[in-house]
């Protein structure tokens, strides 16, 4: 069925080094959520793109979407130990309705 | 608002056992959505409601699996009977408007059946 598919899978990086995750879809979307789970805990919503081309900043993370709304990215400037857990991009299916989760990228911060 | 609250949050059980999940979503949110997350398949959605009827249950895995929304500020995941795979966190969560608008999501309940 219609997915989306989310890389890398894991990501390990250096603190202070920058991070970025990746959204694909097969099909246009109308709008994408990127989501954060710390570990133990439940997803929290950053935020949600719904223009072509947008371009979204809170603080060091930086959000895209792509101008033919099939792909998204999540960037994080000069990670930080705060930063560990899952990061998901969620988007409505539009032919079944619903919203479709990514597989998530685990992000592990080394000291 | 509390948030949307979940309960229990563990719960262990034998197979064969039934297993009840609850839900109480914020106050005002016309959606709620139950989800399981596991590693290999990441967060499934199960079941949604609009104004406390289901919606889209075709993400339910089994006839053993089973939801209810009996008013607006409660819902039930039920699993009878409950089996090994069906070890899972288990998350509730509620919206205001639909794909439109940020899920709310519970502290989830982590559910093991041995």
């Known amino acids: 069925g219609q997915q989306v598919m989310q890389i890398p899978q894991y990501q390990h990086v250096q603190e202070g080094e920058d991070f970025t995750t990746y959204c694909n879809s097969s099909?246009?979307?109308?709008?994408i959520q990127w989501y954060k789970q710390r570990p133990g805990g439940h997803p929290v919503f950053l935020i949600q793109?719904?223009?072509?081309?947008e371009v979204k900043k809170q603080k060091r993370l930086t959000f895209q979407f792509g101008e033919a709304k099939k792909n998204s990215s999540l960037h994080i400037t000069a990670t930080q130990t705060t930063d560990v857990g899952t990061y998901f991009c969620a988007a409505p299916m539009n032919r079944d309705d619903k919203i479709i989760f990514g597989k998530g990228t685990r992000l592990h911060i080394l000291p | 608002d509390a948030g949307v609250i979940q309960s229990p949050r563990h719960e262990v059980t034998e197979m064969g056992q039934e297993v009840t999940l609850r839900c109480k979503p914020i106050s005002g949110h016309d959606y709620l959505f139950w989800y399981r997350q596991t590693m290999m398949r990441g967060l499934e959605l199960l079941i949604y409601f609009n104004n406390n009827v289901p919606i889209d249950d075709s993400g339910m895995p089994e006839d053993r699996f089973s939801a209810k929304m009996p008013n607006a500020s409660f819902s039930t995941l039920k699993i009878q009977p409950s089996e090994p795979r069906d070890s899972a966190v288990y998350f509730c969560?509620?919206?205001?408007?639909?794909?439109?608008?940020?899920?709310?999501f519970g502290q989830g309940t982590r559910l093991t059946v041995v």
């Open positions: 969560a509620s919206s205001s408007e639909f794909l439109r608008t940020e899920a709310f």
């Open positions: 099909t246009t979307l109308s709008n």
């Open positions: 793109l719904v223009k072509s081309g």
